[in-house]
């Protein structure tokens, strides 16, 4: 079975880190794309960053640019999510997802390319 589990999501204030983890089991991403996508209430699930089976290609939603990094360790089956200067419309539900298709050259970056999802993490950033 296979399983995307988020951690390290939580309560922070405007201008404060956080470094979210999403961890895989049950099968190897190391030869497909992962990523981030969030969903804040009332709105639909959007992308927030997304990487390659090899960590050499990433794309990032303008909203988070510079201030976010991707970033992947395959021998650990692990993609991070590095968050920096939060702003309180940061805040939502973060989901990691992994695609089917091994070895993309590029990430891609819809939703409905991603196959496996995670249950997700809150992320709040208060003002």
């Known amino acids: 079975q296979v399983q995307l589990v988020e951690s390290g999501g939580g309560l922070v204030q405007a201008g404060g880190s956080l470094r979210l983890s999403c961890a895989a089991s049950g099968r190897t991403f190391s030869r497909c794309a992962m990523g981030w996508f969030r969903q804040a209430p009332g709105k639909e699930r959007e992308l927030v960053a997304v990487i390659n089976w090899s960590g050499g290609n990433t794309a990032y939603a303008d909203s988070v640019k510079g201030r976010f990094t991707i970033s992947r360790d395959n021998a650990k089956n692990t993609v991070y999510l590095q968050m920096n200067s939060l702003k309180p419309e940061d805040t939502a539900v973060y989901y990691c997802?992994?695609?089917?298709?091994?070895?993309?050259?590029?990430?891609?970056?819809?939703?409905?390319?991603?196959?496996?999802w995670g249950q997700g993490t809150q992320v709040t950033v208060s003002s």
């Open positions: 997802a992994g695609d089917h298709t091994a070895y993309r050259r590029y990430a891609p970056n819809r939703l409905d390319d991603y196959d496996y």
